[in-house]
């Protein structure tokens, strides 16, 4: 079957560095999305890998191992208002999302 | 541009009453999606369309339906309210759905309980 694993909670200070983890097993790959939802919002579009390698946007950067069917994604210089659910996605061979269940990050002052 | 409207947001249904959660895009968009979220689950993949015409099931599609008569609009009928889809339901088009790089844009999302 397919599978999105990433953990539930994670808590990190306000200024700190903190990476979220995924690791999928699907049936064909088409790229791995992150997303960010805040309590009671939409997600909305993080970023988006394909290739192996760190793709870094500002303070959020996101890497892919396609061999080991992993990424994570690195928040840096953390704000309050980065509190909040990441969702990790990949497009399988059907170009069909398959999500994982979310990280809720608390930021702590 | 409004982007992917939603209606509406909250909804209280009683087991066995049928309702329409309404979904508009103005983008163009020729992929539009229904998810539902769940406590402790991914976003499920309810119906989906890849142009006006043309829908097909996802994963969780038993007791809605769907439609997609314009490119704008795709509305997703519960045809007889169950608790079990006691949920928050999402709406999400892209541009198109044949490719890897399929942002999605997500609606604000309607909130449905069902009694």
């Known amino acids: 079957g397919q599978n999105i694993d990433q953990p539930t909670e994670m808590t990190a200070t306000e200024g700190a560095i903190v990476q979220i983890n995924c690791t999928y097993q699907?049936?064909?790959?088409?790229?791995l999305f992150w997303y960010q939802q805040h309590a009671g919002e939409a997600p909305t579009f993080l970023s988006y890998n394909v290739l192996d390698g760190l793709e870094e946007k500002g303070r959020f950067s996101s890497f892919l191992s396609r061999s080991k069917g992993y990424s994570y994604l690195l928040l840096k210089e953390l704000q309050m208002k980065d509190s909040a659910s990441y969702l990790c996605a990949v497009s399988d061979s059907n170009y069909q999302l398959i999500w994982g269940a979310g990280t809720k990050l608390i930021i702590k002052p | 541009n409004a982007g992917v409207t939603q209606t509406p947001k909250f909804q209280v249904l009683k087991t066995g009453q049928s309702m329409t959660l309404q979904c508009a895009q103005d983008?163009?968009?020729?992929?539009m999606s229904w998810y539902r979220q769940d406590p402790g689950m991914g976003l499920r993949l309810i119906h989906y369309?890849?142009?006006?015409?043309?829908?097909d099931q996802g994963e969780v599609p038993n007791g809605y339906n769907v439609s997609r008569s314009t490119t704008e609009d795709f509305p997703l009928r519960l045809l007889s309210a169950a608790p079990s889809q006691t949920s928050v339901y999402f709406c999400?088009?892209?541009?198109?759905?044949?490719?890897?790089?399929?942002?999605?844009?997500f609606g604000a999302g309607s909130r449905l309980t069902v009694l």
């Open positions: 983008m163009n968009h020729e992929y």
């Open positions: 369309s890849v142009g006006a015409g043309i829908t």
């Open positions: 699907t049936s064909g790959f088409n790229g």
């Open positions: 999400a088009s892209s541009p198109d759905g044949s490719s890897g790089a399929n942002v999605l844009t």
